[in-house]
């Protein structure tokens, strides 16, 4: 596991992707949390599902099979838009309501 890219912060706390390894098949995945705006050590909520993972052949069939690796993100008005490599093999991106997005996670379950 580890950060995808440096957090964004929202009006309701500082968004955070990161990326991971799940089980079975070894793929990476993308999941988001929310961290407290005074505190970012204190998780707000978080998904409890992938927002991105390997769908498309050029994410899925590549020097590293079914990889999405996020390293940055910028919002341009309300949507993030999210660069990543696709099975280290191309560059892709992705757009979300930057609003949609947040209020996703929180409907996350709360961490343990």
């Known amino acids: 596991m580890g ?3 440096p957090p964004v912060e929202t ?16 793929i990476y995945r ?3 949390a929310l961290l407290n705006l005074e505190d970012p050590t204190k998780i707000i909520a ?4 992938p927002i991105l993972e390997p769908e498309m052949p050029w994410e899925k069939e590549g020097l590293t ?7 940055g993100m910028v919002v341009l008005g ?15 991106v992705a757009a979300a309501n930057l609003d949609d ?9 709360m961490p343990r």
């Not at 997005?101 to 379950?109: D, I, S």
């Open 78 to 92: 309300k949507t993030l838009f999210v660069y990543y490599g696709g099975a280290d093999r191309v560059t892709g």
């Open 3 to 5: 950060i995808a890219a």
């Open 30 to 32: 993308v999941g988001a």
């Open 101 to 109: 997005l947040v209020e996703a996670v929180l409907r996350g379950p």
């Open 65 to 71: 099979p079914n990889v999405v690796f996020p390293c």
């Open 46 to 49: 978080r998904t409890d599902y």
């Open 11 to 26: 009006e309701k706390g500082w968004l955070l992707l990161y990326h991971g390894i799940c089980d079975p098949g070894n």
